[in-house]
Every structure is written in C-alpha cells, then in structure tokens.
C-alpha cells in the first residue's frame, strides 16, 4: 500500500503529537490499565494516511517517551526504531487494519484490563446502565475472538466489524478505541473502563437495577457526540486532555523527552 502524504505538517505539530501519544502511554499505567509489555496506543504520523507510531516492543507503558516510539507503515516496514526492540507482531495486526481503512481515526488505544477482559466475555457486553456507559448506547462494535491475533487476514474481518464506529469490544479479548486526536481515544477509554468497572459492581452486588429507558440513553449518547464534537470538529480546548497533562507535568515529565 503507497499513500502519499497529505498536507506536509509541521514539526512542531510532529513532536506534540509524540508528546502526546507518549503522555497517553505514562497515563493508561498511572491509571493500571496496561497489561505487562503488552497492548498498544498508536496514533497516525500527521501529514500521512500509511504510517503510524508505536510503542517499542518490551518496553513498559511509564518508559515510553516522545523520542523512544517506533515508526512503522500499514504493511509492516519499521521506518524509524530508535531502540531497535522492533514492534509486538500482534499489536501490529490489530492497529495497522484501523489505520489503514479509517483515515478519521488518529488514534488507536487498546488495553487488556481485569474490568475491560470480563466484560467482553459477557454476552450481552457493556449495558447502559449509568452515566458513563449510556455514552456509548448504539455506539459499540464486537469482533469475535479468533486467536492471538497474528494472522493479518484477520484485519478484513475487524476493520468489517468496526464499521463507523469509534469503540470496539474485542470479544473475549478486551476494550479498542479510536479516536480523532489522542486526548479522545483516551477519554473514550477512561470511560469505558470506567463503565465495565461499574457494571460489574452493579452486577455483583445482586440488587434490583433501575434501567434507564432507551430514549434516555440515546439522549444521553447524543449529548456526550455534542461534547466531543465541539473539541474534535469545532477546535474548542480539550480542557479534561490538558488536565490530565498538567498531572504528567507535575509528578511524570519525563514522557515529554
């Protein structure tokens, strides 16, 4: 696949967004939701539609940083590895299939977390139960588990299931979502981890629970679409993104090098 560049970027526009997928990184194990050396945030090289970065292979969420990420194209050429650790192959066929068929998604964030696992394993998936998880009404993909995922012909079939949509629970396997800056794919799975947290408390504790009407939570839905567009479409601050940066700043700065 050849996909020239768009609109050349500047370097300054390069170097916050390794800022900020690498701050994405420091802050999904501030949260513990990283799984070991494994799962994944990409985001899109600015100015292309075929490369994307990475984290290096072996290396935890808290050591990742601007400088250290791996450059990679959608058919697997590492352009640019600054440790030479190389790139997680499966990590790779889940990420590259997103970027490669939806050019809206900046980036890609996809975790293996106790609450996101249980969840996933669940038939009926995450319910709209609250606040957080209504967001998401009409708003979920499923793909069904088919192994770890190294066989790239499983690309066609994912990218198939996730359609349009911006979240995708990997059945039996865990949480995916996409975003069109970094701060969104982050937020979209705070809350989403924060949901399947819920749910499961809810579930656990074998009381009656009140259910929204679905009116409700398509309402709802619609007013969290409302909100995020006004930061992606309409360039208003990301003030919950830069927030949780400004953390970083104070007790992590490091992810910035």
Not at 184 to 189: G, I, P, R, S, V
């Amino acid at each position: 696949m050849n996909i020239h560049a768009t609109i050349a970027p500047t370097a300054a526009e390069i170097q916050q967004t390794r800022v900020d997928l690498a701050a994405a990184y420091r802050l999904i194990h501030r949260l513990g939701l990283d799984d070991s050396i494994y799962t994944h945030i990409s985001v899109r090289v600015p100015g292309t539609f075929d490369r994307f970065l990475i984290n290096p292979y072996g290396m935890r969420f808290e050591e990742v940083t601007a400088s250290n990420l791996v450059t990679v194209d959608v058919d697997g050429v590492v352009i640019d590895d600054p440790l030479g650790l190389g790139i997680n192959p499966a990590g790779f066929t889940i990420h590259s299939a997103v970027h490669a068929a939806r050019h809206d998604a900046l980036c890609v964030l996809h975790t293996h977390t106790v609450a996101g696992v249980a969840v996933s394993c669940l038939k009926e998936g995450l319910l709209p139960l609250n606040q957080w998880s209504m967001q998401f009404t009409d708003r979920i993909a499923y793909h069904d588990f088919e192994g770890i995922a190294l066989d790239l012909s499983e690309r066609e079939r994912l990218v198939a299931d996730l359609g349009t949509k911006f979240v995708l629970i990997l059945r039996n396997h865990g949480l995916l979502t996409c975003g069109r800056s970094v701060g969104e794919a982050f937020k979209l799975m705070h809350n989403m981890e924060r949901s399947c947290r819920a749910q499961l408390a809810i579930q656990a504790s074998g009381a009656e629970v009140v259910r929204p009407s679905l009116a409700v939570a398509q309402h709802t839905a619609g007013q969290y679409d409302k909100g995020y567009a006004k930061i992606e479409v309409d360039g208003r601050p990301d003030s919950e993104w830069d927030a949780f940066k400004r953390m970083l700043d104070r007790t992590d700065p490091g992810y910035k090098d």
